[in-house]
């Protein structure tokens, strides 16, 4: 049983370079979700979906997008890496209540 | 704007000694709070607390929530060096689940 699959793990990218950190669950959750947590911060809401084509931002959206074409599928879509943008980042899925989270992708920004 | 606060920062105790930790919020909507642990990777579920649920008890770990002081406890008794990582304490707020997290207690316990 996969749970939630985070790929990649870890990432190096230069300032201005786009990327799109993958998120793919088997659980058959309507509820996704990508948090970024910064070093001694908890976790921050980016964007969210509650259903295939339905998404919807977080608390820290900006140069982020994320797209929700099927249940299982939810990526985030980073346009023009800045170093602000580094980061860790957790995606999870809900059916309701309670969170299962991937491993995490580390982002370094450069 | 929604607000999650945990106390203390960071905590150092001794194998064998009992802790508490808090957290207290402020946000709309309350539906539930849930404490996390949180290693070298992603948090792992303790406890969801909600109206219906205000006690949870697992092992050497138990959790209160007191909805009247809009705060939470999470208990560990007798530690254990794997005890050892970042305790996180959430919000469930809205219809869509969302969490608001607070900072976090760094727990490390020595021998």
């Known amino acids: 049983n996969a749970g939630v699959t985070q790929t990649p793990k870890f990432r190096i990218l230069k300032i201005g370079q786009s990327m799109t950190l993958q998120c793919t669950q088997d659980?058959?959750?309507?509820?996704m979700y990508w948090y970024r947590q910064d070093p001694g911060m908890g976790l921050k809401l980016i964007y969210y979906?509650?259903?295939?084509?339905?998404?919807d931002k977080g608390e820290v959206p900006n140069g982020y997008n994320v797209s929700r074409s099927t249940t299982e599928d939810f990526p985030l879509r980073l346009e023009l890496a800045a170093p602000s943008q580094t980061s860790v980042y957790f995606c999870?899925?809900?059916?309701?209540?309670?969170?299962?989270f991937g491993s995490g992708t580390r982002l370094t920004v450069v | 704007e929604d607000k999650v606060v945990q106390s203390p920062l960071s905590l150092v105790v001794h194998e064998g000694d009992t802790v508490t930790l808090n957290c207290s919020y402020e946000?709309?909507?309350?539906?539930?709070l849930l404490w996390y642990k949180q290693e070298k990777k992603a948090p792992t579920f303790l406890f969801m607390l909600?109206?219906?649920?205000i006690e949870k008890k697992s092992g050497r770990l138990s959790s209160i929530l007191d909805k009247k002081e809009l705060s939470s406890i999470l208990n560990i008794t007798a530690t254990q060096t794997g005890d050892s990582a970042i305790y996180l304490c959430?919000?469930?707020?809205?219809?869509?689940?969302?969490?608001?997290f607070g900072t976090g207690t760094r727990l490390q316990v020595t021998l």
């Open positions: 946000v709309t909507n309350f539906r539930s």
């Open positions: 659980m058959n959750h309507n509820y």
């Open positions: 979906s509650v259903g295939a084509g339905i998404t």
């Open positions: 999870a899925s809900s059916p309701r209540e309670g969170y299962t």
């Open positions: 909600t109206s219906s649920g």
């Open positions: 959430a919000v469930g707020v809205g219809t869509a689940s969302k969490l608001t």
